[in-house]
């Protein structure tokens, strides 16, 4: 599944100083059936390259496709379920991907500046989960991401009860097709950069972490 299928390629900084990231790739070829994930280290952006995925959260539910990404925040539980996967005679076989692990401060989108107010991703095309939650009893395991290592732990009941909840700290996802590049790049471009989607700052003005 989801989880088991991950697999670290590459990593800079730590989660225990708070900065840097790691990138991991996923393959899939089953949902994951009474088992839900957190990260504790960082924020999860989820690129997906084949397959949809479809992501049961505590905020609700969200249908990622390619060409669309996801970010689910620190410490959400949530599990996956693919929607896609083909038996035999099938031409798809499960979902795969990657994913850029944030330790440090949280997406958000960049300051157009010079840009102007339009351009690059805008707030209004960046999707909230539906309202959803799940009431079940049972034998679950909770696998938590933290300090670098799986852990689990067997529970009672689904993660995913939340009724209600305040806040903007949610999962969210977004259409890349609705990126709009602007400016000149004859030879240079205005900060910040025409590509940009989301950027995670760091304590250097003008340097961020991830880009």
């Not at 280290?41 to 997906?48: F, K, R, S």
């Not at 060409?67 to 083909?86: A, H, N, S, T, W």
């Not at 038996?87 to 692990?101: D, F, P, S, T, V």
């Not at 440090?104 to 209004?124: E, K, M, Q, T, V």
Request: proline share 7%; aromatic share 10%.
């Amino acid at each position: 599944d989801f989880v088991a299928g991950l697999f670290t390629m590459a990593h800079a900084g730590d989660p225990v100083s708070l900065s840097g990231c790691a990138i991991h790739m996923y393959a899939a070829n089953r949902s994951m059936k009474d088992r839900f994930f957190y990260d504790a280290d960082g924020e999860l952006l989820i690129v997906p390259q084949l397959g949809r995925l479809h992501l049961f959260t505590e905020m609700g539910q969200l249908m990622v496709e390619p060409q669309e990404i996801v970010v689910i925040p620190r410490g959400v539980r949530f599990r996956v379920e693919l929607p896609d996967v083909k038996n035999e005679g099938g031409a798809l076989e499960g979902a795969r991907g990657y994913i850029c692990e944030n330790y440090g401060a949280s997406f958000r989108l960049p300051d157009l500046g010079p840009i102007g107010s339009n351009g690059l991703a805008n707030p209004r095309d960046f999707l909230a989960p539906v309202a959803w939650y799940e009431d079940l009893s049972g034998s679950f395991e909770l696998v938590a991401k933290f300090q670098g290592r799986m852990w689990a732990a067997k529970i009672s009941h689904s993660p995913l009860d939340v009724v209600a909840w305040h806040g903007n700290s949610t999962p969210y996802k977004y259409d890349l097709r609705r990126f709009n590049a602007i400016g000149s790049i004859s030879y240079d471009h205005p900060d910040p950069s025409i590509f940009l989607v989301l950027q995670s700052q760091s304590a250097v003005p003008g340097v961020d972490a991830i880009d």
